[in-house]
């Protein structure tokens, strides 16, 4: 029988090619410094999920993918308006989201999501950012805003105590 020689010499770099772009994807989403999170769009359910998310949001990092993802949010309906925004623009850039750590504390996000195609269905990736710490200083900054007014308030008062004294006198 005569042989048939083939070169599979492109076909095995092309091959390479895909193992490398996949594995340099993969160590840019597992090392990247903020949350990134796949979800299904039809019911929620966490595809993928990045060491980061599970860190911020108190559970094992591993543990994650398979959740459902409403239960993350301190209030579901914002999940559902994160949806429709996504569905009516196709993109969200800072929405704000209170999320829940797994210790029942609220972890303030600002969200920015996509809907991609994720193993053949739609699905939404997202990257958040934890901005509790804005949220602190917002809250001290109102805080002492307020004593700032009040004690002008205060100081007005007594003015105008010490012009009616003076005005007696």
Known sequence: LPRTKIDVTDQRKAEQAVKDSEERLRVIAETAPVPIVITRMSDGTVLFANPQLGLALGYDP????????????????????????????????????????????????LVSARIIEFD?????????????????????????????????VERTDELARKATELERA
């Open 62 to 109: 591993d543990g994650v993918v398979g959740l459902p993802a409403p239960d993350f949010y301190r209030n579901p309906e914002r999940r559902a308006r994160l949806i429709e925004a996504l569905a009516a623009r196709g993109a969200v850039d800072g929405m704000e989201i209170d999320l829940k750590h797994a210790g029942g504390e609220t972890v303030p996000v």
């Open 120 to 152: 053949g269905e739609p699905a939404v990736v997202s990257g958040m950012l934890d901005i509790t710490d804005r949220k602190k200083a917002e809250a001290e900054l109102a805080d002492y805003r307020d004593h700032l007014e009040d004690l002008v």
